[in-house]
């Protein structure tokens, strides 16, 4: 796989961080674990549940030689999700998330967190048009 960067760009390869000086091609030959520094999401980002889920999935991709406590987060986020989900496309897209991030393909498992993050919009979207229908009533 052939990575092109920009002068200044990062990139985290199993868990280290390289940066260019200047414009540069990278050829990775072998399987490597990494991710471009427009993927990744900083804590403050994390402002949603998946969002959330994504910044944990990110930690074990990003030092897969300390994941213990990435690992533990992740189980009892994913299992928080399960619970309060209704939307079947939720649903089914954390069960694929959990059989990505339990065969280690955690970038494969970051894009398909990615791919639901339009649809946790929608979601919380129709939840914050509901609270604001729901009329304030005096006691």
Not at 8 to 31: C, H, P, Q, T, W
Not at 57 to 83: C, F, K
Not at 94 to 116: G, M
Request: hydrophobic fraction near 55%.
């Amino acid at each position: 796989m052939k990575i092109s960067l920009r002068a200044g760009e990062r990139i985290y390869v199993n868990g280290a961080v390289l940066r260019v000086d200047r414009k540069v091609s990278v050829e990775l030959v072998n399987d490597v674990m990494f991710l471009l520094e427009g993927q990744v999401m900083q804590a403050s980002d994390a402002t949603t549940a998946m969002r959330q889920l994504y910044f944990i999935v990110q930690l074990m991709l990003m030092n897969p030689t300390d994941i213990g406590a990435a690992v533990a987060l992740y189980g009892e986020h994913h299992a928080a999700l399960l619970a309060v989900c209704e939307s079947r496309q939720m649903l089914d897209g954390l069960a694929a998330i959990h059989e990505l991030v339990r065969t280690t393909r955690y970038f494969e498992a970051l894009k398909r967190i990615r791919a639901l993050f339009p649809v946790e919009d929608a979601i919380l979207a129709g939840l914050a048009g509901v609270a604001t229908e729901i009329p304030f009533q005096a006691a």
